[in-house]
């Protein structure tokens, strides 16, 4: 299984888990049923999964900030899953390029979501990288 597979199988687990109100092993185990999973790839699945379950709060709060007008109750599911993952991999992985998150989340907005939803989810993610560039550089807090 490729990380790209990963990531996938870790965004069908948090949509299970957000709208099915599955348990985290019960939705692991739906998400990678029928897949050939190596040892690393399910490392980063359970790794992801579990990020994003323990900084639900703060990640919601982050994606709140950024989505001026959204509020996360009235985004679409799949939206609100894939960016509460990228933005664990963005802020909190510390092994996934801000780049790659970004484009990957797109990726799977486009697949799983509706025709708005990549420019959605490029749109929040892309302000998270300039924020983050901001604040790199000392220009804001």
Known sequence: MTRRDARE????????????????????????????????????LRKAVLGVIGRRDEIDGTISKLAIGWSLDRMGAVDRNLLRLAVYEIL?????????????????????????????VNGILGKLARDMALDADGARE
């Open 92 to 120: 909190h992985s510390g092994d996934v390029p801000v780049g790659v998150a970004i484009n990957e989340a797109v990726a799977l907005a486009k697949k799983f979501g509706d025709e708005e939803s990549g420019k959605f």
């Open 9 to 44: 199988a870790a965004f069908v687990a948090l949509f299970q888990i957000d709208v099915g109100r599955a348990a985290m092993e019960s939705a692991i185990q739906t998400a990678t049923r029928g897949r050939r999973i190596d040892e690393r790839s399910l490392e980063y």
